[in-house]
């Protein structure tokens, strides 16, 4: 093989490492326990209505969020919708959501997150215009018990897209009050806008504070305490709605698109919070905004 050819041989490997960098994010493992990515594991039908979204994480203790028909009148309508190779998002794939959900059916998997181990989700979120069936309530994900106080992990978008998240122990009924925080901001998100939107809860069995951030890992924009209550039971994870709600599908639900969902079942560092938000702002060209 002669110079030249070796050279460029280098220098196509050179280029597409570089490529790669862009286009893939650093993805710490420690602790992740969903990895719901939209370019992988998205299995839809001709229609490109989603059946299942297959977990990417190592080893998880749910492998699949699957179409949930109990409760439609119609069945499939709560199937979301696959979109792929969006110029806006560096060529990624994305999942449409119209008060429709996907649903992890392990009432058991995700209990450790609100009752001492903490957690840090990462999300890659677009906002339609919000039904606003209840008003304020437009959920992305949760866990929340189907009944009792409804204890469990959430987060989603009030009736103008400003954001929230939250932790219910189940201590209290009350949709919001000290045990079950609405932790909101007054950032609104611009329609047809893709944003990171991050959530973490510390690791504890006393008083453990919630922060909610937006696009940047460095610096919450808004961060509330949370009494732990270690005998609070959650339910199933649900992404595109609050719970698995099946006596009022898509009532409790969002309208947009998520793109990547990332949950651990730790509270991740400062350093390391700031590093993923980086690395996934680069991969999907998540643009800083004012809000």
Partial sequence: MNKIAIILILLTSVLSGFVLGKSQANILKKGLIVDLDADKGVVANKDNRVEKWINQASAPAVKEFVKRDEGRKV????????????????????????????????????????????????????????????????SFFGNLKNGGNYEGIWAGLNDNNSIWMGSRNGITFGRWDNNNPKVTANAVLEFDKYYLLMGRMGKGTDTVTLSLYLNNGALPVVSHPFPVNKLANPSKLSIGQERDAIEHPGTESFIGEISRFLLYDRPLSNQELN?????????????????
């Fill in 75 to 138: 069945t499939g309508s709560g199937m979301p919708s696959l979109r792929n190779k969006l110029s806006e998002l560096n060529g990624h794939n994305t999942v449409v959501f119209n008060k429709q959900e996907l649903v992890a059916h392990n009432e058991d998997a995700f209990d450790h997150l609100l009752t001492g181990s903490g957690y840090t989700w990462f999300c890659i979120l677009k906002a339609g215009k919000q039904s606003g069936e209840l008003k304020d309530v437009n």
């Fill in 275 to 291: 590093r993923m938000a980086k690395g996934l702002k680069k991969m999907y060209g998540i643009i800083d905004s004012p809000n």
